[in-house]
């Protein structure tokens, strides 16, 4: 969408002026008007065979109300302005847990007018399931009572919407996402529109997708399916019952498998709610309650053990509030607490050692730190690569920052009772006066301890001794961020640049050139993922720019679901951190601040993003962290 000329935005939106003068038409002078109703009706025809329907289709509609401009075909004209703002639509992802926000997040307020709601209305049997689809929906959620019959059939637009992405999509493909969202959307508005005799098709569909995704490996999207069949689980056999069950205890087993307890208790969870629409026993919704409160004690258990008392702490916490909550797990709860104390007393005595003066590390941790070292800047290509982004010895949690930030508090009293401020260029100083927004200050400036520490003793010694190797280079790095399929073609000659600037040794020209295009990146997976990234004008009409940073970190955060990634971004990029995309973008970073630190840092964020959902597969868990010196 990006590649729309700006004018082509400004007069979908109706801001340019509208020529009304009457055209003579001459016997041989073809009909302007019917060129252009010709051309729309075959870009209908062809809209379900777009690789791309959202990100192609609109731009294709903003030519053809360019057309009709130029032509003064003033009632045609209008009708195009309204499919292309449809088209422009920014639409939540239907397909994430607890996502209770509406359909359509982002549309231009015209369409609620009631012309354009009865044009759409003439519209409902589009030639394109996707269109189709599109305009049901809006239908049902904006249309009023006397519309919203005609949008009835708009769950079974989006089960053909669905069957269109399965084969567009591969394992290694985030179409899987499309695919999820429009089986959700089937589902949510067949039962909302009480369509019985589509109910079974749905749920068929979603269970023969729950078998081909646990055959494939795709097990992240399983999750999608289990959200469409609560919905439709009134209609499911017993034996299908079981069988989601089962499918959700598997992904549960085998993320936790790989330390991914997240998403194995994103799978129990989902077990939960489907258990509970399935109207199962008051025992069975307590089973699952308890794996839950397991999967937080081995979490905590593997932390602990790796070192991360303070991080093991909020495990163990959750767990504990869990088990009080269930109110019958004695034993558990005995457990629970004692881990919690033995967790939070190592953390404490960690983290007061570290804020009393220098560090000074005994032997075990310089063999803990060099173990790391080794291990990450040894490993062949990629899996070096996949250790600079995954490796938790490098990262910081926001669980991590969190406890950290409590131990800071205890250890060091008297320099929290003082504000927090930001230090801007030319000695401004910045505190916020919102005590929501101060803690965040606050947890964010305990999280950039936390990385320097990190970027100190590890980190950029991993850097050096992978830029001295002789069997990696620049093109490896390159061909690994190629290969994730999440680098724009338009973006890889410039990161590619960039990338060699930091074999040359060359700080300042790598974040000049690579922090700008990380933006892109991130801007450029949401649009994959079928997200809008434009935003209309507030004070200029007619006129689409591009949503803010901030906004861009958000929507990511709901896409992928995965809380450290959207910390160690935040970290790097928010306002509130290391704040490198706006002191590149503005130019305010100096020389100081052009360092091995940052360069480190902005490489990692590219390495995290090249390896997100690259394979349905869980990766091998990486060796665990040293514990805190």
Known sequence: MGAVPKRLFAIVSGSSSIATYRVTRMAVAPDPEQEISSALLALDAETDALTDVWEERPG???????????????????????????AYAYTSNAAIPGND??????????????????????????????????????????????????????????????DLEVVKVATENISWERVGDAVVRAAQLVRAANQRATYRAVADRALSLVQQLMTSGAIRYVFDMALALVELAEVLTDTEKLDVDAALTEASQSFAAVDD??????????????????????AA??????????????????????????????????ALKLLEKIGSETALIAQARSAV??????????????????????????????????????????DCFELVARHPALLVTRAEAERSDQAFRQASPLSFALPRVIMRSGGQVLAPED?????????????????????????????ERLIARTDVGPDDLIGYLDRSGHIPASSLP?????????????????????VPRLEEVMRSMLRAGGHDTMRSHKSLAGVTVEVPLSVVLDRLAA?????DVNFMLAVNLDFYGLNMRNAVGHGLIDMGDCTIDNVARVLQLYCILAGLRRSGAAPAPPPPPPSSP
């Open 494 to 514: 410039i990161i590619a640049q960039g990338v060699r600037r930091v074999w040359a040794g060359d700080w300042v020209s790598t974040l000049h050139i690579l």
């Open 435 to 463: 005590p929501v927004q101060a803690a965040r200050l606050q947890l964010m400036q305990t999280a950039i301890r936390i990385v320097r520490m990190q970027d100190g003793l590890m980190l950029n010694t991993i850097v």
């Open 101 to 162: 926000r509406s359909r359509f997040i982002d549309f231009d307020s015209d369409l609620l007018a009631d012309d354009a709601l009865d044009y759409l209305v003439g519209r409902s049997g589009h030639a394109s399931a996707y269109v189709r689809s599109r305009i049901l929906d809006f239908l049902w959620e904006y249309g009023g009572a006397a519309r919203r019959r005609h949008a009835v059939d708009a769950g079974a637009a989006y089960l053909a919407v669905a």
């Open 60 to 86: 294709l509609l903003a030519r053809l109300v360019e057309r009709a401009e130029a032509a003064g075909c003033v009632e045609l004209l209008q009708q195009l302005r309204w499919e292309a703002m449809l």
């Open 559 to 563: 896409m992928i679901l995965d809380d």
């Open 341 to 382: 104390r033995r967790s939070r007393e190592a953390g404490m005595a960690e983290m007061t050692r570290i804020s009393s003066g220098p560090i000074q590390l005994t032997s075990e941790h310089e063999e803990q730190i060099t173990r790391v070292i080794e291990t990450v800047s040894a490993a062949p290509v990629p």
């Open 285 to 318: 919704v307590h089973d699952i309650d308890v794996a839950i409160v397991h999967t937080l004690l081995d979490e905590g258990d593997r932390r602990a053990r790796g070192g991360a008392q303070l991080v093991a702490s909020m495990a163990y916490g959750e």
């Open 261 to 282: 307890y997240h998403f194995s208790r994103v799978a129990l969870s989902l077990r939960r709610q489907f258990a509970a629409s399935c109207k199962q026993t008051a």
